[in-house]
């Protein structure tokens, strides 16, 4: 079974990646893994505070992945895998990657304007040495045009 890799985040990018990974995994006969990642804490407080605001941004990205999961169970009838892990968004997710070798592949959304985007740069530089295919959905389709390429 094909298992697409998605990473989301609150972007407009993530949500059209997912789309595409969903409508692909449906036409495929395969699932979808959802990974939020919670970003590293760049602000240092009091033991207790600090917990709270990762406490808070846990929750955050746990509701995100979780109402994502919910549109694609929605859709097509499958439920799919959901990570929530924190730390540098680059190592989560060549972790994830060598922990889930039967991941088919990680699909990343670009942005429609501007530069791609942190994790699409990385990703696009070393796709040669991921062990699996990297699929870069363009942020300005729309979501016929993700249905007809998935």
Known sequence: MRIYLVVMDETEEAKQALRFAS??????????HILALVPTQTFNAFGGVQATIEQEARERAEVMANGAA????????????IAVRPGNPQDVINKYLDEHGEIA?????????GGPGPLVNHFAAHAGTLPCPLY????GLDRDAIDRLA
């Not at 409508?23 to 979808?32: E, F, I, L, N």
């Open 23 to 32: 409508q692909r995994a449906a036409k495929t006969g395969g699932s979808v």
């Open 70 to 81: 919910g549109s694609i169970f929605a859709e097509s009838g499958k439920m799919p895998t």
């Open 105 to 113: 592949a990680l699909v990343l959304g670009a942005n429609a304007e």
């Open 136 to 139: 870069l959905i363009p942020g």
